[in-house]
């Protein structure tokens, strides 16, 4: 049996008095979408940013495809296509030069480059904007060359963190089928959102945070044991992570 795409062990980050994350313990496999949530401040984009080198943990370890992350960085990073939560754009390029810039420091031959991103920009609508520069870019059109670039290497880990905003519906659902073809071939997608009902969509696996500590992981299904068993992901979130309902008097 082959080793779990992600595997994270007893990774732990510590800012000063701060336990951001604590011996946290994971593994992704093949073939899975992983929606991984907590409130605001859990340790979410922490983990994230540790997994993809960013920043190193204060302790355990990270392993992309058997690849240290620390050590093999190189060879882990090749593997994943990463959407971080505010990406950076060069607002002078054009889309069409990002997307080689790109291509070209993860060695991919510029007609191959140009068929790929094609294939993408006709997807989402971004084909008449390809020689325009970035600066004159709305979010979503942003959003989605940043989603281009990071299918551009055809990774076996997609690596999301809150990747719907800003996206129109029609978007949105390509980003949500992208995510299941990707999974059905074999890859792995792992998935931080707020986006509840996208995680009770397309998710194989849930893994739920709270101050720095993994307090589920498991399918809805299991989940709806710990809690009322017709709950939506959204109530038996709230209910396991103490978080107040919010309501409001109509």
């Given at each position: 049996?082959?080793?779990?795409?992600?595997?994270?062990?007893?990774?732990?980050?510590?800012?000063?008095?701060?336990?951001?994350?604590?011996?946290?313990?994971?593994?992704?496999?093949?073939?899975?979408?992983?929606?991984?949530?907590?409130?605001?401040?859990?340790?979410?984009?922490?983990?994230?940013?540790?997994?993809?080198?960013?920043i190193r943990p204060t302790g355990g370890e990270v392993f992309i495809g058997g690849f240290d992350i620390q050590g093999r960085a190189i060879e882990a990073k090749s593997l994943m296509g990463?959407?971080?939560?505010?990406?950076?754009?060069?607002?002078?390029?054009?889309?069409?030069?990002?997307?080689?810039?790109?291509?070209?420091?993860?060695?991919?031959?510029?007609?191959?480059?140009?068929?790929?991103?094609?294939?993408?920009?006709?997807?989402?609508?971004?084909?008449?904007?390809?020689?325009?520069?970035?600066?004159n870019f709305s979010h979503g059109m942003r959003q989605k060359l940043v989603f281009t670039a990071a299918l551009l290497h055809r990774p076996r880990l997609l690596l999301f963190d809150e990747?719907?905003?800003?996206?129109?519906?029609?978007?949105?659902?390509?980003?949500?089928?992208?995510?299941?073809?990707?999974?059905?071939?074999?890859?792995?997608?792992?998935?931080?959102?707020?986006?509840?009902?996208?995680?009770?969509?397309?998710?194989?696996?849930?893994?739920?945070?709270?101050?720095?500590?993994?307090?589920?992981?498991?399918?809805?299904?299991?989940?709806?044991?710990?809690?009322?068993?017709?709950?939506?992901?959204?109530?038996?979130?709230?209910?396991?992570?103490?978080?107040?309902?919010?309501?409001?008097?109509?």
């Open positions: 049996m082959s080793a779990p795409i992600v595997q994270l062990r007893n990774l732990t980050k510590v800012f000063g008095s701060n336990i951001a994350v604590d011996h946290l313990d994971l593994d992704v496999e093949a073939g899975e979408v992983f929606a991984f949530l907590g409130p605001n401040g859990a340790g979410k984009t922490t983990t994230i940013r540790m997994m993809t080198g960013l990463y959407i971080p939560d505010h990406p950076y754009l060069y607002e002078k390029l054009s889309a069409r030069d990002f997307i080689h810039f790109v291509g070209d420091l993860r060695q991919i031959p510029r007609p191959l480059q140009e068929e790929r991103m094609m294939d993408h920009f006709d997807l989402f609508g971004l084909s008449h904007a390809a020689d325009h520069l970035i600066e990747p719907m905003v800003g996206l129109d519906p029609k978007s949105a659902r390509i980003i949500k089928q992208i995510m299941r073809r990707h999974a059905g071939r074999g890859g792995s997608v792992f998935l931080s959102t707020h986006q509840l009902a996208v995680a009770e969509e397309v998710a194989d696996r849930i893994g739920i945070i709270a101050k720095g500590q993994l307090i589920f992981l498991g399918r809805l299904d299991e989940l709806r044991q710990r809690g009322r068993a017709a709950g939506t992901l959204e109530d038996l979130f709230l209910e396991l992570t103490g978080e107040p309902p919010g309501e409001i008097a109509v």
